[in-house]
C-alpha cells in the first residue's frame, strides 16, 4: 500500500513525539487488571483485560503494537518517500516476529508467539496487510486494536478458506491444525505428532475481535 505524502507528514511528527505523549498513553494501557467480579474476559485461552481508563485491551494487541513502534524500518518508510516499501515492511515483520517469539520464550503466560502467528500468516498471505495497519500503533486505545482486529480477521478468514486446515481443540484451546499429513509427521517424529493429535498445529484462533469492525470485543462477547 502506498502511503500518501499527508499521511507521511503527520506520522513523523507523531513519531518524533514519540517519546512523550505516545509512550504515556501506552504505559496507561499496560496497568490494565483483569474485572475481578468476572471471568468473561477469558476467551479461547487468552485473557481481555481492563485498563485503568475502563477500556478492554487485548494484552497481546498491546505489546505488538509497542513493539511495532519501535521498528526502526517504520522510520525508514516514513523519512525516505518515493522508494518501494516492500523490502522494508517485509524486513520489519520479520524483526517483529523475532522479538515476539523471544518475549514467548522468556514468559510463556504473554502469549506473545500468538503475535508471530498472526504476523507470520499475515506476511505470507500479502505484506500489504501489514503496512496497512502499522498506522494504527500510533493511535488511541480503539484504533490500535482495530489494526490487530483487521490482521486478525484476515488471517482467520484465509485459514478457514484453506482445504489443508481444520480447526480443533488442542489442550483445550482452538486451533488452526494442518490436516493429517504422514510427510510431517515424519519429519517431525512420533512424540511432536502425537502431542497433537493427527495434525499439526500452526496457532491457536484469536476470537477477541468483531471481524465487520475490528473493535476489540467487550468481556462476555
Known amino acids: 500500500m502506498c502511503v500518501l505524502s499527508t499521511t507521511v507528514a503527520i506520522l513523523a511528527f507523531l513519531v518524533q513525539q514519540s517519546s512523550g505523549i505516545i509512550v504515556n498513553t501506552f504505559n496507561t494501557h499496560i496497568h490494565a487488571e483483569v474485572n475481578p467480579f468476572s471471568n ?100 488511541d486505545n480503539g484504533e490500535l486494536h482495530r489494526g490487530c482486529g483487521k490482521v486478525v480477521t484476515t488471517v482467520n478468514e484465509n485459514m478457514r478458506r484453506r482445504a489443508e486446515v481444520e480447526i480443533k481443540e488442542v489442550n483445550g484451546v482452538e486451533s488452526f491444525v494442518q490436516k493429517d499429513n504422514v510427510v510431517a509427521r515424519r519429519l517431525l517424529g512420533a512424540a511432536s505428532a502425537a502431542a497433537v493429535g493427527a495434525g499439526v498445529v500452526l496457532g491457536h484462533l484469536c476470537r477477541h475481535f468483531d471481524p465487520t469492525t475490528f473493535d476489540v470485543l467487550p468481556l462476555g462477547a
Open 40 to 139: 468473561n474476559g477469558v476467551n479461547n485461552g487468552r485473557r481481555r483485560l481492563v485498563n485503568e481508563d475502563g477500556e478492554v485491551i487485548d494484552p497481546v494487541c498491546v505489546r505488538t503494537m509497542e513493539l511495532v513502534r519501535e521498528l526502526s524500518e517504520l522510520g525508514d518508510i516514513l523519512w525516505h518517500p518515493g522508494m518501494s516499501n516492500g523490502k522494508k515492511v517485509r524486513k520489519a515483520a520479520k524483526v517483529l516476529m523475532k522479538e515476539c517469539m523471544r518475549e514467548s520464550k522468556e514468559d510463556f503466560e504473554s502469549q506473545m508467539e500468538q503475535c508471530e502467528f498472526y504476523v507470520r500468516s499475515a506476511l505470507e498471505l500479502d505484506a500489504d496487510i501489514l503496512e496497512s495497519v502499522w498506522l494504527y500503533a500510533y493511535g
